[in-house]
């Protein structure tokens, strides 16, 4: 089992940006709703503090609190890129230093709140499913962490 100390600062501050950033991927996506897909992020964290001990890399990386920090990208377009690329770096990252379910379960847990963020506004309106650009968000989630 992989841990923090695994793990360079960098990467390790690679790792743990991947997951709130495509929050933020799926939340700027769309307007509207920033709030409670913020809200659902964090219940997201939450629950997987909840599920504690099923990966111990998993429960480190779910301690540490989500930092989003959208106001220093100038455009949408920039804030995507950045956060692909982060998600393609923790990915190869954990590929080379963490076993493939680690890497299964940092995939899963990311896309999942993706997911969630997409929901959550969609839920507070009375409406179902999620958008055509949040779904392109995610889309482009899931391929950098392929």
Known sequence: MSTKQDFTEQEWEQIIAGPPGAGMLVITAQRGGMFKETLSMAK?????????????????IVATKPKLDHT??????????????????????????????????????????????????????GQEGVSEAEQAAIDSVEQALA
């Open 72 to 125: 220093r990208y100038h455009s949408p377009e920039e804030l995507r890129e950045h956060v692909l690329s982060v998600l393609g770096e923790a990915r190869a990252t954990l590929a080379g230093k963490a076993s493939p379910e680690e890497l299964d379960q940092y995939r899963a847990f990311t896309v999942n709140l993706a997911h969630r963020v997409a929901a959550a506004h969609k839920e507070s309106a």
């Open 44 to 60: 997201a964290y939450a629950e997987a503090r909840q599920q504690h001990g099923q990966s111990e890399l998993l429960d480190e």
